[in-house]
């Protein structure tokens, strides 16, 4: 995949962009900086773009530091399963600063900063990342997918595509209520092959819902690329079929994808019914803590692919800006580390979910086939249950 301009049409007159494919990512490892001046800086992001620049930097960046630290920690034996999302911060943060309060967010696989830049605490992420009787979801859900109420997170779904259905459902709620939010459904190139995928489109079209679709193309499906999963040259040139406008982004790109999906959602918000914007980008990890890519990628393609880190592109500008000097860049990394190192001992010292906690959360009263079962399995236990 080569040469995708910040924001095209799905299909430009031209021809369009090349279709990414997994076996080309570029001759080079050089890390391209962003190809932003300061003048357009300022057009793109306004008048407090420096402000802008820091928190987006601090954005990605805390995801790099997490998932570093995860990783190890999945390593260890610390914690049973972890997802990174490194190579897809530009994507995840880009897609945060462009939300509204009122929004509600439906992810994929790979969004869980935005749950954090949303307001999801970390240390509650991180009691749920060691599943513990803290966690939210009470070590029932996988781990590395979490829910924020306060931050209209909704529960990841390690079901593919089920999401997309789900935002087109809220969307209409959204409509059906006034109320002015919109519903974002992030999903992954692989998830596009998915029923719902489709189902969820082409109701998001009849009913021109204010939904936004954002396809996260990191050019695999755990062990299938891209041009195993679609005869189509692009993902975004799908939206068509279903009467609506979708276009491409350089997902590696924070700018950009942030530009782009803050135009999409204004669009949105006046009623113009759904988008579809595919965002562009690379996995640079394993699919998760479970794969070995290894055994399905071409001879170094993931050490080529990081010559397009959205981290790495992202501090290359700020090189040439003359922004964020590497004292104050490792400041700001040592104080991430030094708040994901805290929230990891807090978390990991917690205990696990209380036995009887498996028969809470279901039911408000729970109905007697339930209570009969926690009691003998009390008695079994030697009746410690209050
Ligand atoms: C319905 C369903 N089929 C298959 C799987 C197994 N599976 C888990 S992740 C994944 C690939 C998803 O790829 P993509 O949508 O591109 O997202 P990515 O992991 O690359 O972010 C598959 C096939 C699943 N979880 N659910
Ligand atoms: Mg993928």
């Excluded at 969004?111 to 803290?134: P, S």
């Excluded at 170094?300 to 501090?315: C, I, N, T």
């Excluded at 990394?333 to 990891?344: G, S, T, Y």
Aim: proline fraction near 7%.
């Amino acid at each position: 995949m080569s040469g995708v301009p910040p924001s095209s049409p799905a299909r430009p007159p031209s021809g369009g962009a090349a279709p990414a494919n997994a076996d080309d990512v570029g001759a080079g490892t050089a890390v391209v900086p962003l190809p932003y001046s300061a003048k357009q800086l300022q057009e793109l992001l306004g008048s407090s773009w420096e402000a802008r620049l820091k928190e987006m930097y601090r954005g990605m960046l805390l995801g790099r530091v997490l998932d570093t630290r995860m990783l190890g920690l999945q390593r260890q034996g610390r914690v049973a399963f972890y997802g990174p999302a490194t190579g897809q911060e530009a994507t995840s943060v880009g897609a945060a600063l462009a939300m509204a309060e009122g929004d509600w967010v439906l992810p994929g696989l790979r969004e869980q900063l935005i749950a954090l830049m949303r307001g999801l605490d970390l240390t509650l992420y991180l009691h749920h990342l060691f599943g513990n009787d803290l966690d939210t979801a009470r070590g029932r859900q996988m781990p590395c997918h979490p829910s924020a109420r306060e931050a209209r997170y909704v529960s990841m779904s390690s079901n593919i595509g089920t999401q997309i259905i789900h935002a087109v459902g809220l969307a209409y709620a959204l409509r059906y209520k006034r109320e002015t939010g919109v519903s974002w459904a992030f999903f992954g190139d692989g998830a596009t092959s998915s029923n719902d995928f489709h189902s969820g489109m082409n109701f998001a079209g009849v009913w021109k819902l204010p939904v936004l679709f954002v396809c996260t193309n990191n050019q695999w499906a755990i062990s299938i690329p891209n041009e195993k999963q679609t005869a189509s040259p692009t993902f975004a040139e799908k939206a068509q079929a279903y009467g609506f406008e979708g276009s491409r982004v350089d997902g590696t790109d924070v700018v950009a994808v942030y530009h782009a999906l803050r135009e999409a959602r204004e669009a949105l918000a006046s009623g113009k019914g759904p988008r579809m914007i595919e965002c562009v980008l690379y996995r640079l990890t394993p699919h998760s803590s479970s794969d070995d890519p290894s055994r399905y990628q071409p001879k170094g393609w993931m050490d080529r692919a990081k010559a397009h880190d959205p981290l790495g592109r992202f501090e290359a500008m700020l090189d040439k800006l003359g922004m964020l000097p590497s004292a104050e860049r490792e400041a700001v990394r040592a104080e991430l580390d030094a708040k994901v190192r805290a929230a990891i001992q807090e978390a990991e010292v917690m205990p696990p979910p209380r036995f009887e906690s498996l028969f809470e959360d279901t039911l408000r009263t729970p109905a007697w086939p339930l209570t009969e079962e926690r009691d003998s399995f009390d008695k079994e236990q030697g009746g410690n249950f209050p």
